[in-house]
């Protein structure tokens, strides 16, 4: 079992900036795939950014040059830093592990879930 808990959400302006934790427990999260996922509402779960555990880095075209996705394999922690952030940006994020080290965007990839942390962007 994997236990991810989020945190670092809340509300800020457009042009704001946050930044999201993932603390795991259960298994050491150095040897595998991490992503962050994002639901607005009425609309459908999509990955923002994806890192495996040699560096490699996936992003949405919508997160590229303002989202930072990184790792802290000593504290078995991932972040995802947010700048620039618009309303569009406004949802639920949750970080997700996956076995296996390919950066897929499916979210049916993934197996194990966060609980979510929600950003409200105002205008």
């Known amino acids: 079992q994997v236990q991810l808990v989020e945190s670092g959400g809340g509300m800020v302006q457009s042009g704001g900036s946050l930044r999201l934790s993932c603390a795991a427990s259960g298994r050491t999260l150095s040897n595998y795939a991490m992503g962050w996922f994002r639901q607005a509402p009425g609309k459908q779960r999509e990955l923002v950014a994806a890192?495996?555990?040699?560096?490699?880095?996936k992003y949405v075209p919508s997160a590229k040059g303002r989202f930072t996705i990184s790792r802290d394999n000593a504290k078995n922690t991932v972040y995802l830093q947010m700048n620039s952030l618009t309303p569009e940006d406004t949802a639920v994020y949750s970080c997700?592990?996956?076995?296996?080290?390919?950066?897929?965007?499916?979210?049916?990839?993934?197996?194990?879930w966060g609980q979510g942390t929600r950003v409200t962007v105002s205008s």
């Open positions: 997700a592990f996956k076995f296996g080290n390919l950066l897929l965007s499916a979210e049916g990839s993934y197996n194990y």
């Open positions: 890192i495996s555990s040699d560096g490699s880095i």
